[in-house]
């Protein structure tokens, strides 16, 4: 493992926005990182991203990290599989970017999801809707599908 991706896993263990932890299998380069949503539409969520410095051939920083939501989570941007779908974590990523960075970017897209390249259409057309109906199933989703994951 690089020091840079050394440096930022120090960084990430001490912060205070976000429980983040190495998974048991190091072998694996598998890393997760827990948050709790402090407002909007998930307000009070606690999430579990899967982070991969080193997938294949690529290898962070010249590539972006590979993330994924490990709990499920209804988002027009996030596939029900996990995967994130931000252009920045594909072609418009910069090594200059670090795993903060990352994750202000994937809270910003849970605060303003991009409407304009859903990922996942049945979340898409849900965010058509009031805001409280849309809250209402964005919580019953989470709760529904997240009891033994957390």
Excluded at 23 to 29: F, G, K, M, Y
Excluded at 97 to 120: A, T, W, Y
Aim: glycine content about 4%; overall charge negative.
């Amino acid at each position: 493992m690089n020091k840079r991706i050394q440096r930022e896993i120090a960084n990430a263990l001490k912060s205070e926005l976000y429980n983040f932890t190495v998974s048991e299998d190091q072998d694996d380069q598998k890393y997760h990182l827990r948050f709790k949503i402090k407002e909007g539409l998930y307000r009070d969520q606690e999430h579990l991203l899967e982070i991969k410095f080193c997938y294949g051939e690529k290898k962070y920083p010249e590539y972006p990290p590979l993330i994924s939501f490990k709990t499920k989570i209804l988002h027009p941007n996030i596939s029900v599989n996990g995967a994130v779908c931000v252009d920045v974590l594909s072609d418009k990523w910069s090594p200059m970017m670090g795993l903060d960075s990352v994750f202000n970017i994937i809270l910003l897209l849970l605060e303003e999801p991009n409407l304009h390249s859903p990922l996942n259409g049945e979340a898409s057309d849900i965010f058509g809707l009031p805001y409280n109906k849309r809250q209402e199933i964005i919580k019953k989703y989470y709760d529904n599908n997240n009891t033994n994951m957390l």
